[in-house]
């Protein structure tokens, strides 16, 4: 089987000038279920997997909470929590918020909500700096550090690449999209710089709802990241080495035929409306292990189907599209909304899995953790 499938990849991924033929589709096959106790909460906004010595651990940042959570996916347990101080000499400011990443097994790398940067073992802090930078075009050099899944931080060359989002406590405006939206961390002499990537041209000008600020972007393995923003149908291709935009890649998504509508809500219900009854352009994710891409969009629900409901993301629906190494798509599946939360995901060799620890979901468990493998198949329709 594992021969079939690497023929079936090479066929069609390698068929770099072919339209789109859909030959390729995704289906749920096994589900991994991990029990968790009243302490931890079933959502993450940041998954890691690391593979030490044959095993695979995944390393889960808490939602809501000062903690770090590692499972081990074969014996589908948790073999250990972190918990991180919120006082005191080993105090992380707003550790839930913060830019992570693990380095090794025991030592990471903790980026803060105010401009804070940490090497812990563990728990216990090793090293800490403060980073002093100001904002081009801004009269406040607060800046936040943040990854979640869409954005993780990225190492490349002894250098962390860590996500932005620059804050003057006004609404957005064009010094708003113009801000740098990423940094370079560098681990040989702690030198910091920002890369030269901002909002896209579509964002000026305009307000947008909130989600739409919140982009995503992947490594390839070409020192690359890879970008893709919430309103706009294009793949921006980022050079780390040259530090510019080297390409940029249009995409079309076979369930959208219209435009994100620009405006900014007074309201949470008016901006969950208006979300909800709206595309989104929301992952970019890179699958190392077969050279190809996985594209979340958010798709629209029907307004009518909001009446007497409470508003909420879980709701939706959504495509994947599987984009070959050149980021041309090769196939799109839909999925039903209201049973996946496609905030939460991890990646490993065999594949993309989704989190099913959705509210709305009839068999949603709070004390499980509950993904599904979503596997590549022929399309025999």
């Not at 979300?275 to 994710?285: A, D, E, G, P």
Request: hydrophobic residues 35%; glycine residues 2%.
């Amino acid at each position: 089987m594992k021969i079939l499938k690497i023929i079936l990849l090479l066929f069609f991924f390698g068929c770099q000038n072919k339209k789109n033929t859909d030959n390729i589709m995704l289906i749920e096959d096994e589900t991994i279920v991990m029990e968790i106790d009243n302490d931890t909460h079933y959502k993450s906004f940041l998954n890691y997997v690391i593979e030490i010595n044959g095993s695979t651990f995944l390393y889960r940042k808490g939602s809501y909470q000062n903690t770090l959570d590692i499972y081990d996916l074969k014996k589908k347990e948790r073999i250990k929590k972190i918990v991180f101080a919120d006082e005191g000499p080993d105090r992380i400011n707003n550790f839930d918020m913060a830019a992570f990443y693990p380095l090794s097994k025991d030592l990471n790398f903790i980026g803060s909500y105010f401009s804070n940067v940490y090497f812990t073992k563990e728990n216990k802090i090793i090293k800490s700096d403060r980073i002093e930078t100001s904002q081009e075009k801004s009269n406040s050099n607060l800046f936040f550090m943040m990854s979640w899944n869409d954005a993780k931080v990225s190492l490349y060359n002894e250098k962390l690449y860590v996500n932005l989002f620059a804050y003057d406590g006004k609404p957005p405006t064009d010094e708003f999209y113009s801000s740098k939206i990423l940094m370079e961390y560098n681990l040989k002499n702690d030198s910091v710089r920002k890369m030269n990537i901002s909002f896209p041209k579509d964002y000026f000008d305009k307000c947008w709802e909130n989600d739409y600020y919140y982009r995503s972007y992947t490594q390839n393995n070409k020192g690359e990241l890879i970008y893709l923003f919430g309103i706009t149908p294009k793949l921006f291709k980022f050079s780390l080495e040259e530090n510019r935009i080297v390409s940029e890649h249009n995409f079309k998504s076979k369930f959208i035929n219209t435009n994100v509508k620009n405006g900014c809500s007074s309201s949470f219900e008016e901006m969950m409306s208006n979300l909800l009854t709206q595309h989104r352009y929301k992952s970019i994710i890179y699958n190392k292990y077969e050279n190809l891409y996985y594209l979340i969009t958010i798709l629209p629900v029907k307004r009518e189907s909001l009446n007497n409901t409470k508003p909420s993301n879980q709701l939706s629906p959504f495509s994947i599209s599987i984009l070959n190494s050149d980021l041309v798509k090769i196939s799109e599946t839909k999925f039903t909304g209201s049973v996946y939360n496609y905030y939460d995901y991890f990646l490993t060799k065999k594949g993309l899995w989704m989190s099913k620890n959705n509210e709305l979901n009839e068999e949603f468990n709070e004390n499980k953790l509950v993904f599904s493998l979503l596997k590549i198949v022929e399309n025999k329709k």
